[in-house]
């Protein structure tokens, strides 16, 4: 039961990183790098679940 919380919690930790790889954002990196550094505290977590659903400019997205 214990490794069940633990897979979702980092299932739910790494929420903004699969958002902004499935939509292919360019800053991707910067995306993973703020959540994993500061993803443990609700601001931190909160910038980059924000910064991965914000809409993307149609010149900036990778194809």
């Known amino acids: ?3 069940l919380k633990i897979l979702v919690a980092i299932l739910v930790y ?5 958002i902004a790889f499935a ?7 910067r995306i993973m790098i703020v959540n994993i ?3 443990w505290t609700v601001l931190g977590y909160g910038i980059s679940f924000l910064w991965a ?4 400019a149609k010149e ?3 194809a």
Do not use: S, T
């Open 60 to 62: 900036k997205r990778i």
């Open 1 to 3: 039961m214990i490794i």
């Open 14 to 18: 790494n929420i903004p990183i699969m």
């Open 37 to 39: 550094l500061f993803g």
């Open 53 to 56: 659903i914000w809409p993307i």
């Open 23 to 29: 939509r292919r954002h360019p800053d991707i990196l």
